[in-house]
């Protein structure tokens, strides 16, 4: 499954609310992890944080991203995942409405389990909330450990710019952070991807990010 070339772990930024998720996610390296669902609204790195895990196991680990794999049949996908060590599950809100994918889920749970192999989940809502999902799958998530991701605040998000840029070698001032924070969608994934455009944009030209440059290039809400 395709898989987010700048997902790695060392690419996350580990926010004070997530520092007992980055143990687990250290234990998980060494062999001594534990499954997990996540749960929170989109943009805050879930999708990130899993292919990131993924990508750090290599060979022992299989990414299913639900957004790509829910127009495919549950068996012919869930059919050999037993053969991992550790199965990750992206976006699992999106079977709601689809028995045969829950149903799937269900089975595939406790095949997971009873072969001792982690499962690691992500979803918009926490398993009791899933209202729209079989109480049987609903009742086996929750036996996992859940972990809240919420959404950033505005210095989480201007820490997240800051570390991100960095990482590409560029030097964002205080007052570029708070010109596109005021502007720009408030999601990690957004930003993101803004800044990759930023990037591109800075190289080509030769210059710094600046105010004057951002208002060239037009990237950003003139409405906020």
Request: glycine residues 6%; negative net charge; charged residues 20%.
């Amino acid at each position: 499954m395709r898989v987010d070339g700048d997902a790695s772990l060392d690419n996350f930024r580990v926010r004070a609310t997530l520092q007992l998720l980055e143990a687990k996610i250290l234990d998980l390296q060494a062999g001594q992890g534990e499954s997990l669902f996540l749960w929170g609204p989109e943009g805050v790195g879930k999708s990130h944080l899993l292919q990131a895990i993924s990508r750090s196991l290599g060979s022992q680990a299989l990414y299913l991203p639900f957004s790509e794999i829910i127009q495919f049949p549950a068996d012919a996908v869930l059919d050999g995942v037993v053969q991992s060590q550790v199965v990750l599950f992206d976006d699992v809100h999106l079977v709601s409405g689809r028995a045969d994918w829950q149903e799937g889920l269900f089975h595939t749970y406790n095949r997971l389990k009873t072969g001792d192999i982690l499962q690691i989940y992500s979803a918009t809502q926490a398993p009791a909330a899933m209202v729209d999902v079989l109480p049987d799958l609903r009742s086996r998530w929750s036996e996992l450990t859940v972990y809240h991701m919420p959404a950033y605040s505005e210095s989480e998000l201007g820490a997240l710019l800051r570390f991100r840029a960095a990482r590409r070698g560029l030097k964002l001032s205080d007052e570029v952070v708070s010109y596109i924070l005021a502007r720009a969608p408030r999601s990690a994934s957004a930003l993101m991807a803004l800044l990759e455009n930023l990037d591109q944009a800075a190289m080509a030209q030769g210059r710094s990010i600046t105010i004057p440059l951002l208002n060239e290039l037009k990237l950003l809400s003139t409405d906020r």
